[in-house]
């Protein structure tokens, strides 16, 4: 059975760093490509970064430079390195892993950013 599972969330005040955890289990993990969404109420789900199976990245333009995706296919996990935060990175953070019409998501985890 597949699980996502996404951690690492909470308040952080502007400026400051967080990094999210997602934690796949219950498959061949180095075949899939991993991604990590966010949602804001009444918004629709957009594209902040993903890593292919061949650890290539990419970014939305509104976090290069200060977001870093990263994956350890040994230990089957997804990560997200959150620096520089701003108030209009709140938002529920969702994990996505997928493999051509496959795809998986995590239940969220929330980023607060404010003083």
């Known amino acids: 059975q597949v699980q996502i599972v996404e951690s690492g969330g909470g308040l952080v005040q502007p400026g400051g760093s967080l990094t999210l955890s997602c934690a796949a289990s219950?498959?061949?993990?180095?075949?899939?490509?991993g991604q990590w969404y966010r949602q804001t109420p009444g918004n629709l789900r957009e594209l902040v970064a993903g890593i292919s199976n061949y650890d290539i990245t990419e970014y939305a333009d509104s976090v290069k430079g200060r977001f870093t995706i990263s994956r350890d296919n040994t230990k089957k996990m997804v990560y997200l390195q959150m620096n520089s935060l701003k108030p209009e990175d709140t938002a529920v953070y969702y994990c996505n892993v997928h493999r051509h019409l496959t795809s998986y998501w995590g239940q969220g985890t929330q980023v607060t950013v404010s003083s």
């Open positions: 219950g498959m061949k993990f180095d075949a899939y490509n």
